[in-house]
């Protein structure tokens, strides 16, 4: 059975750092992060897929940064100046196909979630 076990959430105050983990219990040619505030819908924040292609919300460039180290299975989000805004359950997606650069941060494209880990952050 396919797991993926997130980490590493928590609060932290505005401007602040967090880095996320997800632990796979495979190897994923595709995996992202998604979050979901209270009332609202999931949005992909970041994707990676191999041969090193990646992808980020708008909202996120420049802040964000998602990294793999694929010989334990593991993807990294690491957050940085943090914003009130980024509070949410943030999800870990993975799916065995190479997705198209369209399709990264589409959640209907993952097959395999994470329960999620909480990040909040003060303003």
């Known amino acids: 059975q396919v797991q993926l076990v997130e980490s590493g959430g928590g609060s932290v105050q505005a401007r602040g750092s967090l880095r996320l983990s997800c632990t796979a219990s495979?190897?994923?040619?595709?995996m992202a992060w998604f979050r979901q505030a209270p009332e609202k819908e999931r949005e992909g924040v970041a994707a990676?897929?191999?041969?090193?292609?990646?992808a980020y919300a708008d909202s996120v460039k420049g802040r964000f940064a998602i990294s793999r180290d694929t010989s334990k299975n593991t993807m990294y989000l690491q957050m940085n100046s943090l914003k009130p805004e980024d509070t949410a359950m943030y999800f870990c997606?993975?799916?065995?196909?190479?997705?198209?650069?369209?399709?990264?941060?589409?959640?209907?494209?993952?097959?395999?979630w994470g329960q999620g880990t909480q990040v909040t952050v003060s303003s």
């Open positions: 495979a190897r994923f040619a595709t």
């Open positions: 990676s897929r191999f041969g090193g292609t990646t």
């Open positions: 997606a993975a799916d065995s196909a190479f997705k198209i650069q369209a399709a990264l941060l589409q959640a209907d494209q993952y097959n395999h």
